[in-house]
T-cell receptor, first 117, second 115 residues
Framework: GAVVSQHPSRVICKSGTSVKIECRSL??????MFWYRQFPKQSLMLMAT?????????EQGVEKDKFLINHASLTLSTLTVTSAHPEDSSFYIC?????????????FGPGTRLTVL | AQSVAQPEDQVNVAEGNPLTVKCTYS??????LFWYVQYPNRGLQFLLK??????LVKGSYGFEAEFNKSQTSFHLKKPSALVSDSALYFC?????????????FGKGTRLSVIA
């Protein structure tokens, strides 16, 4: 299957700092990327949908000014957690889809474990 | 709105025995259905999907799933479980009419295969 990478895999930062997470589709062009958040022993919570060249669509309850998403190219989307606080500590997973059709498979990155001290 | 139910938080099975992880869905129109597996501290790996055609779908690592429209189910199965199959399994759905919408996931089922 297609490969999606995320960087970094793990980050520890101080409260108040900003953290950028990169998501790359390595062997396909992703017109759409998704960002999820996963709490321990829970399912994935969709945060936002990112389309290349346009503004991201955020899910209800997700602060767009806190979680900045940029999808500048067909192979790269970034999520920046601004002014991070301990409650932002979580496992962040990105997903990329090659086409815009409903049949297309979403492929997931390996995730980024964010710990805010 | 679409939804997915995975009624079991945990499934335990002995190595070599068949396994089933249950999934039911609710969606308007015809569904596209997916199964993913997640190993500890890792992202999700795609196992298989049902789009149309044969109700029995075969996927990676010997897994298969059967689409049952009348029961709105898409249970994941494997004839003979391996210890290495122990992981968290997610069922997901997207309506066929939805275009660009993301998948909706169930809460996950933790599979434990005991040697």
């Amino acid at each position: 299957g297609a490969v999606v990478s995320q960087h970094p895999s793990r980050v520890i930062c101080k409260s108040g700092t900003s953290v950028k997470i990169e998501c790359r589709s390595l062997d396909f062009q992703a017109t759409t990327m998704f960002w999820y958040r996963q709490f321990p022993k829970q399912s994935l919570m969709l945060m936002a949908t990112s389309n290349e060249g346009s503004k991201a669509t955020y899910e209800q309850g997700v602060e767009k000014d806190k979680f900045l998403i940029n999808h500048a190219s067909l192979t790269l989307s970034t999520l920046t957690v601004t002014s991070a606080h301990p409650e932002d500590s979580s496992f962040y997973i990105c997903s990329a889809r090659e086409g815009a059709g409903g049949r297309d498979t979403q492929y997931f990155g390996p995730g980024t474990r964010l710990t805010v001290l | 709105a679409q939804s997915v139910a995975q009624p079991e938080d945990q499934v335990n099975v002995a190595e070599g025995n068949p396994l089933t992880v249950k999934c039911t869905y609710s969606v308007s129109g015809n569904p596209y259905l997916f199964w993913y597996v997640q190993y500890p501290n890792r992202g999700l790996q795609f196992l298989l999907k049902y789009i149309t055609g044969d109700n029995l779908v075969k996927g990676s690592y010997g897994f298969e799933a059967e689409f049952n429209k009348s029961q709105t189910s898409f249970h994941l199965k494997k004839p003979s479980a391996l210890v290495s199959d122990s992981a968290l399994y997610f069922c997901a759905v997207r309506p066929s009419t939805s275009g660009n919408t993301p998948l909706v996931f169930g809460k996950g089922t933790r599979l434990s295969v005991i040697a």
